[in-house]
Nanobody, 123 residues
Framework: QVQLVESGGGLVQAGGSLRLSCAAS????????MGWFRQSPGKEREFVAVITWSGDNTYYKDSVKGRFTISRDNAKNTGYLQMNSLKPEDTAVYYC????????????????WGQGTQVTVSS
């Protein structure tokens, strides 16, 4: 069993930066792909970024490429999402999730989900 807890959300002005963290409990986290997803009011949850268990491969939603960076530290059982050049349209609740297959994770099929952290970008 893996529990995921996100942190680092908040209110930031457009053009600013935030770093989200996803702290995992359980010894299997380092063997799982993990990802970040977001959901705005009235919209479906969407894929943002995914990283393989080793960190060797990453995948991004087109609209965040070049602005967001996903990373992980398996020794600390923690994943990260560095968000730069934030835009008002990035406003959402951000969730981390984990599952063995990065391809399934990109399609939002995950064994484990966090509770989410709010990111609000003001214009």
């Amino acid at each position: 069993q893996v529990q995921l807890v996100e942190s680092g959300g908040g209110l930031v002005q457009a053009g600013g930066s935030l770093r989200l963290s996803c702290a995992a409990s359980g010894r299997t986290f380092s063997s799982l792909a993990m990802g970040w997803f977001r959901q705005s009011p009235g919209k479906e949850r969407e894929f943002v970024a995914v990283i393989t268990w080793s960190g060797d491969n990453t995948y991004y939603k087109d609209s965040v490429k070049g602005r967001f960076t996903i990373s992980r530290d398996n020794a600390k059982n923690t994943g990260y999402l560095q968000m730069n050049s934030l835009k008002p349209e990035d406003t959402a609740v951000y969730y981390c999730a984990a599952t063995p297959s990065p391809q399934l994770l990109k399609r939002l099929f995950a064994d484990y989900w966090g509770q989410g952290t709010q990111v609000t970008v003001s214009s």
